[in-house]
């Protein structure tokens, strides 16, 4: 073993009675603050060059000038920079006073990040976060994993895991776009009217669609130095800004009195009285008074490259904005202890030690280059007992501190779907009391051990406690079966290991009270494979380079390991089943958690420590409170909401109960309704129960709710079952629900989506592995109709739904690209689809969420990208999340948005509801994220 591998000298190890999770003595304090360094500008993207109107009133835009801006430190190594657009003019009827309205861009200062690593010694040790460089590029590498068994919808063959497989990749283009930067004004434009002042309070006179365009904070208008206006120096500007000032003060007072309505609520308040407000109109945008967080993310996955498989690019996009990350490996991934090719396995002698030791190498060599560019770059290995009696080893990479490795190297199950005791499915279920450690052959850990089922939860709950993350990284726990062979679609490692998580967490959650909340996210496994592939060709190349370090590609000993540097079962085919094109999540993929009220308020529910999280800001201008849990846990990641006909919100989704017995494993759906309109107290959680019969036979695999009321004021849920069709069941006109109701469908994916139509007719939709289907209530109240296929080409899970244009529109992703498409749905006579329309993107996945003028979603980097009109370019936002965003209209001109970042914080933005506005800086909402 390398000296690159270990620690200089060898060192004493923590006492064992002061294990993850409990003080050790000596130990310094677990909490410190390190700016984050700043990192180098880049560049923004057009919007894609297809763009095409897909709105029935489609307004020109006029050409944009913009502002300076301030890069914002943690996104090294993407393209894209979050900077407000200036000069566009705000609508004559939504005008806002200059320290209200911020055209420019408004960054969060330095990231200070709280961050707990340990040393060879397994002490808790002060590390400061580095920049990240970019990462060299390495050749593609062509073809899919293969496996030995077959699959009658799923031809495949065998590699370590025998995983179903689908052939015949689709090579798509790259969908690079040009890019341009904020330029620097080196003067500004003023208008030869002499009442109105720039970026005084008496702007937007002008009428919308004519006239003269009103000014935002002193920006020059569009056309600035054309016919009506003239060009002054910087000397005149300060008298300006000073007589602007004075208008400034007038105008907000006269605002606060009658005119907040058009203010963007989520400021308003802390604007005023914030002592960051400009003193003048051209003063640079005031600073966020708390400083963003970047999180803390953990994940835990079953093997050895689970994550590089089925979590990345959200991995890579983490480590390179800094986010201190931890990866978690419950078994030591020995398989058969084959480190060999197809070719030559034949010939090659089975080690398990010495393979286990070969993937960690290989693990080791992956995260070095998503890091530092440099596979090779040392780590510090140090041996760690756990919380639950054995021990683990933590790997600290030292260039780059805040990313480690923990290494629980518990025995695998060595077969997908087989009978196999001794295994975490075989510890769950209680087949064995007891399940062994597999040590690697590299290992400090030298001394074998074995785990109850509640000690692996225990060691959990210590790796919990010792990094405290905000967001939790899973596989998914129910992944349900194939309808003809009724095998698992996922390896039961997975899935079993994730059902460990979820009773670690909701321990953690429980019983620790000095920890911040934290969100989970679960990442869909195989069956990625045989689905619509979500990544475009720059990031599933990027993928597939970090996947062919964990290869071993090369077969050079740069790790001086004679176990092998890595995985050699996979570098015949390192993109495995096409994995290395996508990346889905099993669950938070709705975007209807944000709503709004009638006294334009808002509301946003998302899931924290296995509980609904509730946030409120009361009317438009009202101070935000939260998060507040609603009682009851076991709450999983994504809820929708539906406003009722007496204008009460309900909130649905799934909760998991997690009984003695393996039978009891049981995921139903519940909501909750507010006790009146406007109340922030809600009934207790009511159950509708489940159209599984039981876990074993689909485990548990129902999607999320999707809930809408009709035009008869019927208010009605839909999921899809574990066998891949709709069910449905209607509240009556009573209050009781009938039965879960059979609608039919095959193949569907993901989670459905709903919504009414111009005559109050309900659709519903959901994504095959080839398209998207439909049904469609004939009138209000009546039952659904019958599966319609709608000829829409194969598109990425999630849909985006929306009553819009007397139809219903859908939002979604081109396979192979990130592009977000729309097509307008209308039900008369039939399901018809019209106006499919390419709308450009900044090449991300996952779901779109759309409100008005507004279409937001993830872009390629992780960030959140956003279109504030139709025609506008795409916009990238610093923030990275979890999940799903959220929008919703507040009253009739006004558009709010929201996300949890990776911090498990909220934040909200807002926009006027016009084709030329601009979405407001983030705002946080509430303390910082430390501890509930």
Request: hydrophobic share 30%.
């Amino acid at each position: 073993m390398s000296n690159s591998w270990q620690s200089p000298a060898p060192e004493p190890l923590p006492p064992p009675g002061a294990p993850w999770g409990q003080p050790h003595p000596g130990a310094p304090e677990n909490q410190w603050h390190e700016p984050h360094p700043g990192h180098p500008e880049n560049q923004w993207h057009e919007a894609h060059p297809g763009h095409q109107p897909y709105e029935l009133h489609r307004q020109a835009h006029q050409p944009q000038l913009t502002q300076p801006h301030q890069p914002y430190p943690a996104q090294p190594g993407h393209p894209g920079e979050w900077a407000q657009p200036a000069g566009r003019p705000c609508p004559a009827e939504t005008a806002y006073p200059a320290h209200l309205a911020h055209p420019g861009e408004q960054p969060y200062p330095a990231q200070h990040d709280q961050r707990l690593h340990l040393t060879h010694e397994g002490q808790p040790a002060r590390q400061g976060q580095q920049p990240y460089p970019a990462e060299p590029v390495h050749p593609a590498h062509q073809g899919e994993h293969t496996h030995p068994e077959t699959h009658p919808a799923h031809p495949a063959h065998e590699g370590r895991h025998g995983q179903p497989a689908r052939q015949g990749p689709e090579s798509h283009p790259s969908q690079g776009q040009p890019a341009r930067r904020a330029q620097p004004q080196a003067e500004v434009a003023e208008p030869r009217e002499p009442q109105a002042a720039p970026g005084g309070a008496e702007h937007g006179t002008g009428k919308a669609g004519g006239g003269r365009r009103a000014e935002r904070g002193g920006a020059p208008e569009p056309g600035a130095g054309r016919r009506g206006t003239r060009i002054v120096p910087r000397a005149r500007r300060a008298a300006h800004r000073r007589a602007g000032l004075v208008k400034v003060v007038a105008f907000c007072a006269a605002t606060a009195a009658g005119s907040m309505l058009l203010l963007r609520g989520n400021e308003a308040l802390d604007r005023l009285g914030s002592p960051t407000v400009p003193d003048s109109a051209t003063a640079a945008p005031a600073a966020a008074v708390d400083p963003h967080d970047p999180g803390r993310v953990l994940q835990v996955v079953a093997h050895p490259d689970d994550d590089l498989y089925f979590m990345n690019p959200d991995l890579r996009y983490s480590i390179s904005a800094g986010h201190p990350v931890t990866s978690v490996y419950l078994t030591a991934g020995e398989a058969d202890g084959i480190n060999a090719t197809a070719g030559k396995a034949a010939t090659t002698r089975p080690n398990k030690p010495a393979y286990a030791e070969a993937r960690q190498n290989g693990i080791r060599a992956a995260y070095a280059l998503m890091a530092t560019g440099d596979r090779s770059s040392p780590w510090q290995r140090t041996l760690v007992p756990t919380k639950g009696g054995g021990h683990a080893e933590v790997d600290v990479l030292t260039a780059k501190p805040q990313v480690n490795l923990v290494w629980l190297q518990l025995r695998e199950a060595g077969t997908v779907y087989d009978d196999a005791p001794d295994s975490l499915h075989g510890l769950w279920d209680g087949r064995v009391p007891r399940l062994e450690s597999m040590l690697a052959s590299g290992t400090p850990v030298k001394q074998r051990f074995s785990y109850t089922k509640d000690q692996v939860v225990q060691t959990l709950v210590g790796i919990l406690e010792q990094y405290r993350p905000t967001t939790v990284r899973s596989q998914d726990p129910t992944p349900g079966r194939f309808p003809d062979t009724k095998r698992y679609t996922d390896h039961q490692d997975h899935f079993y290991g994730a059902r460990f998580v979820q009773l670690a967490t909701a321990a953690y959650a429980k019983d620790v009270k000095n920890r911040p909340h934290f969100a989970v996210q679960n990442y869909v496994g195989y069956v990625n494979g045989s689905l619509p592939s979500t990544l475009d060709p720059a990031e599933a190349k990027e993928k597939l380079d970090i996947l062919g370090a964990y290869a071993w590609l090369d077969q050079q000993n740069h790790c001086k390991s004679d176990a092998g540097c890595g995985d050699l079962k996979v570098s015949d085919q390192p993109g495995g089943n096409h994995w290395s094109e996508s990346i889905n999540y099993a669950r938070g993929t709705g975007t209807t958690w944000l709503t709004s009220d009638k006294d334009l308020g808002l509301w946003a529910f998302k899931v924290l420590d296995g509980q609904v999280a509730l946030w409120h800001r009361p009317g438009l201008v009202g101070r935000w409170k939260g998060p507040d849990l609603l009682p009851g846990t076991g709450m999983d990641p994504g809820v929708s909401t539906v406003t009722l006909p007496d204008g009460r919100t309900a909130v649905f989704g799934t909760r998991t109960s997690i009984g003695a017995k393996p039978a009891d494993y049981r995921r139903e759906v519940v909501y909750v309704v507010q006790k009146h309109p406007g109340a922030e107290e809600f009934t207790q959680w009511q159950s509708l129960g489940t159209p599984e019969t039981a876990d074993d036979t689909w485990t548990s695999d129902i999607s999320a709710p999707a809930v809408s009321v009709d035009g008869a004021g019927q208010l009605a849920a839909y999921v899809r079952d574990g066998a891949g069709t709709l069910r449905g069941r209607v509240q009556h006109a009573d209050g009781t629900w009938g039965p879960w109701d059979k609608h039919g469908g095959s193949d569907l994916h993901g989670s459905p989506v709903t919504a009414t139509d111009g005559a109050g007719r309900r659709m519903v939709f959901a994504t095959t592995s080839k398209s998207v289907v439909g049904w469609a209530q004939p009138k209000p109240g009546a039952p659904l109709g019958q599966v319609t296929a709608t000829g829409l080409p194969d598109t990425t899970l999630p849909l985006t739904a929306l009553g819009r244009e007397g139809g219903v529109r859908l939002w979604f992703r081109r396979p192979g690209s990130g592009n977000v498409r729309t097509a307008l749905v209308t039900a008369e006579g039939g399901l018809k689809v019209s106006q499919m329309t390419d709308l450009g993107g900044l090449q991300g996945f996952g779901a779109v969420t759309a409100s008005g003028h507004v279409l937001a979603g993830r872009t390629a980097g992780g960030q959140l990208g956003s279109e504030a009109g139709p025609g506008r370019p795409w916009e990238r936002s610093p923030l990275m999340f979890v999940g799903a965003p959220s929008s919703t209209p507040t009253g009739r001109s006004m558009v709010s948005l929201a996300v949890v970042g990776l911090d498990a914080r909220l934040y909200v933005t807002s926009s006027t509801d016009a084709p030329d506005a601009y979405l407001a800086p983030w705002q946080p909402v509430g303390p910082r994220n430390t501890a509930p």
